[in-house]
């Protein structure tokens, strides 16, 4: 069956750097749109970045320069290099696929 697995979240204090993961199976990984949303406490879920079969990516303007999203084909693997974190962007973080499949999310806190 389909799955998608994040891992990397925890507590980073603000200006810190955290890597996400996001293991999948269960499909052909390397033919899906690949990317990372998140939501945090009482607001809508909302796309950060975004990474194509053939590796074009996409960036919601709050974090470029900052996000760095990557994918490895061989691994079936999706990751998200975060930056300069900021307190408001505590929220859970999402790996997605093709608009179709969701993971379990990853908990991003930022505070000291």
């Known amino acids: 069956q389909v799955q998608l697995v994040e891992s990397g979240g925890g507590l980073v204090q603000p200006g810190g750097s955290l890597r996400l993961s996001c293991a999948c199976s269960?499909?052909?990984?390397?033919?899906?749109?690949m990317r990372w949303y998140r939501q945090a406490p009482g607001k809508e879920r909302e796309l950060v970045a975004g990474?194509?079969?053939?590796?074009?990516?996409y960036y919601a303007d709050s974090v470029k320069g900052r996000f760095t999203i990557t994918r490895d084909d061989a691994k079936n693997t999706l990751y998200l290099q975060m930056r300069s974190l900021k307190p408001e962007e505590t929220a859970v973080y999402y790996c997605?696929?093709?608009?179709?499949?969701w993971g379990q999310g990853t908990q991003v806190t930022v505070s000291s």
């Open positions: 269960g499909f052909t990984f390397s033919r899906y749109v």
């Open positions: 990474i194509s079969s053939d590796g074009s990516t």
């Open positions: 997605n696929a093709g608009n179709a499949y």
